[in-house]
């Protein structure tokens, strides 16, 4: 369970060694046929990859996979704001293809391995290999290339940031700029320099109205979120964590589900529930079950 406190369970993901990365079960064929109506809407989810753990590297794709069908499918990201404004993905690493799968016309990739040019060639081919459109440089890091995200072919843009993220301004290499309407982060955080997303009220400024912002992992570092835990628990229980659970009929999935909407609240978002990550992986024989990361989806709202 993450901080967000998501309990209800899903079905697990099972590992197949029949699916290789970047195959589909057929679940995700039918949603994503139905989904995507352009070739190169769906060609772009068909190549989704993950950088990650080599164990969880299959369900982590599936997980992938499920979070953006389904934000998707609810419609929950606005379409108009990621046509408008830039999507920026921190912690990018050579997945061009998430925010071009959410509609992100300009799109900004930040990650410090694009300081060697190995990670942006790797994008560019990715690119030139999706739909057969060759981008073109447009200023130094920067290149624009044709996508039919389902109205016709449309221009987009990438910016290769290669630089580092920090929650804390001083400790930032990358500059957040205005005007953002999602914001995606990836970053595995250590350390003091490491960003968490909703740290930093800069980032909930730089979000335009309706902005929105989805992070993989921790939203928030632990000793901020352990405070927000407290200052729940004395504004809405006086302190009393018996109270809480008796006024919540001892359902704790449903307190910790309240307990994240009231924080993010606080910190100016709207939480929009996703479901967590499970999966099951064969140990000597044994199958075991385990939570993973989970993503947190939230809307720029107003501070509470
Ligand atoms: C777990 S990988 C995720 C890659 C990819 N987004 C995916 O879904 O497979 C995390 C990436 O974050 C990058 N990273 C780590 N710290 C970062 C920071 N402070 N700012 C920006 N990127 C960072 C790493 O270089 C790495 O490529």
């Keep these: 369970m993450n901080e967000a406190g998501f309990v209800k369970k899903q079905p697990a993901f099972k590992p197949d060694n029949r699916l290789g990365q970047g195959e ?55 379409q108009n704001i990621v046509r408008e404004h830039k999507t920026v993905y921190l912690g990018a690493s050579t997945d061009i293809e998430y925010p071009l799968c959410l509609g992100g016309r300009n799109i900004v990739l930040v990650d410090p391995t694009f300081k060697d040019e190995v990670g942006r060639l790797l ?26 995200f389902g109205n016709g072919v449309e221009a987009v843009s990438v910016e290769l940031v290669g630089k580092s993220y920090a929650s804390r301004e001083e400790f930032s290499e990358y500059k957040m700029p205005d005007k953002v309407g999602l914001i995606l982060s990836f970053i595995t955080p250590s350390g003091p320099t490491a960003g968490h997303p909703l740290d930093a009220r800069v980032v909930r400024d730089k979000l335009v109205a309706g902005g929105m912002i989805l992070v993989f992992g921790e939203a928030l570092d632990e000793t901020t979120m352990n405070q927000e835990r407290g200052r729940f628990l004395n504004k809405n229980f006086g302190g009393d964590i018996e109270e809480a659970i008796r006024i919540f009929k001892g359902d704790g999935g449903a307190l910790l589900s309240e307990e994240a909407r009231w924080i993010f609240k606080r910190h100016g978002y709207e939480l929009v529930p996703t479901d967590p990550f499970e999966y099951e992986r064969v140990e000597g024989g044994r199958v075991t079950a385990e939570m993973g990361e989970v993503t947190t989806f939230l809307k720029k709202g107003t501070v509470l």
């Design 123 to 148: 994008i560019l081919n990715k690119i030139k290999d999706m739909g057969g459109h060759e981008p073109t440089k447009i200023s130094e890091d920067e290149y624009s290339f044709l996508f039919d």
């Design 24 to 78: 589909e079960t057929d679940e995700e064929r039918e949603r994503a046929d139905k989904l995507f109506t352009s070739n190169d809407r769906r060609e772009a989810f068909r190549r989704l990859s993950v950088t990650t753990a080599l164990e969880l590297e299959q369900a982590m794709l599936h997980y992938k996979k499920k979070v953006l069908l389904d934000l998707l499918g609810k419609k929950e990201v606005n």
